[in-house]
């Protein structure tokens, strides 16, 4: 039994802040339904998007559908309020909030009060000041901007087969990314694999004419999987003749040409920015404390540092791993952030009932990526391995992670089906536009910018 009557806020909508509502829906069945307690999430999306499964739905080997999970669906009872929250007053436990009502309201943002709150924003895109990035780059944080990116990789096939200029079909054919982690060479690996099926459509276009260009500013990439992985990653993916470029930075992509450090410059339609995440801008906007990288300064506890009745987790959070050296904080990846909301959902109903906290306690295990192609890297409990069963053993990994049962069949289901019959190469850019034949058809002219909400 709880001691008084809670409101507990969480913000954020990813691994952390759906994990964290799920636990309190289970630690608190009782008190939800006697109204001794409510949960209310707060997030711009309706959905939890699994991002390790953002390369394959890029690529075309997951439905979009299936790499995110319906909020309202899993969180039957919290309340789900589709929205941004603009500025957290804790001292007077209260949220701002941005709905997609509010502007056609005109009566200003919500403003929601809590007696426990749990900020779990996440991260955002770290960019830096490059000349036309802001213009053409493209990010990859987002089911709509894998999707996006798939679309603009088979529209550039098209422009290059069917134009008879040679300087736009080679700036067409080029495609540059920026930044060795994760994101950018899972993308990487998967984009190429998908475009070089596709070309052989293509009765002019061949895998010989693209250039596919990785960028990195560090003398490695994929750390995560250890130094003699990464050099092995560098080796096939040169091997698929991918220009891997290291200690090197992107210094401008104005005018649609690539211009790198080292003094090479490409034309290109194509550049992607996965060069890090930096901390979600909301942080800055409350009264809580923030380390010098601008995360949350937390307790090995999940609560923030000298603010009661405050938590956090995930890459919003600046955690100490216990497991490690004094002073080492945990990494912010999703292996720590699902862990952390099961203790975080578990402390917060321990607080409420007055039960001694539990410690969050998780040593790193390793990690696994896939290249594309059946291949792939691994670094699991000090073991090294590479090819294919290491890109079976993504695969096998993320499926078990992958929230609900409804989930991982469909994804199982879909790869099943892609063993038996052939990859889709359609291109739907045309979705980002939906009423631009409409407008033409009724005598208008379709507008080419983007809606002034895109969540709307």
Same mark, same amino acid.
């Given at each position: 039994?709880?001691?008084?009557? %809670?409101?507990i806020l ?10 964290? %509502? =799920? ?26 998007t ?21 909020l309202? #669906?899993v969180?039957?009872r ?9 500025? $957290? ?17 005109r009566?200003?943002?919500? #403003? =929601? ?8 924003p ?32 088979l529209?550039q096939?098209d ?11 080679? /700036?067409? =054919? ?13 993308a ?6 998908? %475009? #070089?099926?596709?070309?052989?459509y ?8 693209m250039?596919?260009i990785?960028?990195e ?19 096939e993916?040169?091997? #698929? ?13 104005a ?7 080292? !003094? ?14 930096r901390?979600?801008?909301l ?10 990288r ?11 540092? !000298?603010?009661p009745?405050?938590?956090a987790?995930?890459d ?7 497991t490690? /050296?004094?002073?080492?904080e945990?990494?912010?990846n999703?292996?720590?952030?699902v862990?952390?909301a ?25 990690s ?8 792939g ?7 090294? $391995?590479?090819?294919?069963p ?19 069949a469909?994804? =199982?289901?879909?790869?099943?089906l ?10 739907l !850019? ?19 910018e983007?809606?002034?909400?895109p969540k709307?």
């Open positions: 039994m709880v001691k008084e009557r %809670a409101r969480v913000v954020g909508g990813g691994y952390v802040g759906m994990y964290t %509502a =799920l636990r309190l829906q289970r630690n608190l069945k009782g008190e939800l339904e006697r109204g001794e307690a409510e949960v209310t999430v707060v997030s711009p999306d309706a959905y939890m699994y991002q390790p499964f953002l390369p394959e739905a890029a690529a075309g080997s997951i439905s979009p559908r299936h790499v995110v999970v319906p309202r #669906r969180l039957g919290c309340h789900v309020v589709v929205g941004e929250a603009d500025g $957290i007053d804790h001292a007077g436990r209260t949220a701002t909030v941005s709905t997609l009502a509010t502007e056609d309201e009566t200003g943002p919500r #403003r =929601l009060t809590y007696d426990e709150l749990v900020l779990a996440g991260s955002v895109s770290r960019t830096l000041p490059v000349p036309g990035l802001a213009d053409h780059g493209i990010g990859f944080k987002t089911v709509e901007e894998a999707i996006g990116l798939r679309n603009h990789v529209e096939l422009i290059a087969s069917s134009t008879r200029d040679p300087a736009l079909r080679d /700036a067409a =054919l080029t495609f540059v990314f920026v930044g060795g982690g994760f994101a950018g060479v899972e990487l690996g998967e984009l190429e694999d998908m %475009a #070089r099926y596709a070309v052989r293509y009765h002019n276009v061949t895998p010989e004419d250039k596919w990785l960028v500013a560090s003398d490695r990439i994929l750390p995560e999987v250890g130094e003699d992985m990464g050099r092995y990653t560098v080796t993916l040169r091997r #698929r003749n991918i220009d891997v470029r290291l200690e090197t930075r992107l210094e401008s992509c005018d649609r040409v690539a211009v790198l450090s080292d !003094g090479a410059r490409f034309p290109t339609r194509t550049v992607v920015w996965t060069a890090g995440v901390p979600h801008p942080l800055a906007a409350t009264d809580l404390p923030l380390n010098d601008g995360r949350l300064r937390c307790t090995p506890q999940l609560s923030v540092d !000298g603010a009745h405050a938590w987790a995930g919003a959070a600046a955690v100490p791993d216990v490690a /050296a004094p002073g080492g945990c990494a912010p999703a292996q720590h952030a862990r952390q099961r203790v975080l959902g578990d402390n917060i109903a321990h607080a409420l009932r007055g039960e001694p906290l539990d410690t969050y306690a998780h040593k790193y295990v390793g696994v990526a896939s290249l594309g192609f059946h291949q890297v691994a670094h699991v409990y000090g073991r090294r $391995i590479k090819g294919y290491a890109w079976f053993m993504h695969r096998a990994y993320h499926l078990s992670r992958v929230p609900t049962v409804n989930r991982k469909r994804v =199982l289901a879909e790869w099943a892609a063993g038996l019959f052939k990859r889709e190469i359609v291109s !850019g045309s979705l980002e536009h939906p009423r631009a034949e409409f407008e033409l058809a009724a005598g208008g002219k379709p507008s080419q983007p809606p002034r909400n709307g």
